[in-house]
């Protein structure tokens, strides 16, 4: 699976950006896709998550009420709304898709794709 992520940028405190992320490759084979992000000397933390079959949802709570993640299976698309953003939101986000598929000898092989990061700034 391959991804491109798009839509980050500067922003004021308070304001709204929109990060979608367009994938391709074996599509069948995506179990989840989600948002994640890394801001300078800090690990990669998720922010958000949507299940390919059934379309749940799970944010950190950091984000919750503010960010909403989305997917349009027609466009192979998941987007992340991000409103009333802070500057600690400030960070490179990820999109990373995990994907589940059976080999020729039936076993299953697990796997995360990820996409190239997009830069989020919030000044504030």
């Known amino acids: 699976v391959q991804l491109q992520a798009s839509g980050g940028g500067l922003v004021q405190a308070g304001g709204s950006l929109r990060l979608s992320c367009a994938a391709s490759?074996?599509?069948?084979?995506?179990?989840?896709m989600g948002w994640y992000r890394q801001a300078p000397g800090k690990q990669r933390d998720l922010v958000a998550g949507?299940?390919?079959?059934?379309?749940?949802?799970n944010y950190a709570d950091s984000v919750k009420g503010r960010f909403t993640i989305s997917r349009d299976n027609a466009k192979n698309t998941v987007s992340l709304q991000m409103n009333s953003l802070k500057p600690e939101d400030t960070a490179v986000y990820y999109c990373?898709?995990?994907?589940?598929?059976?080999?020729?000898?039936?076993?299953?092989?697990?796997?995360?794709?990820w996409g190239q990061g997009t830069l989020v700034t919030v000044s504030s």
């Open positions: 990373a898709a995990d994907t589940l598929y059976y080999n020729d000898l039936d076993a299953p092989v697990v796997g995360r794709s």
């Open positions: 490759g074996r599509l069948d084979s995506i179990s989840a």
């Open positions: 949507i299940t390919a079959s059934s379309g749940a949802t």
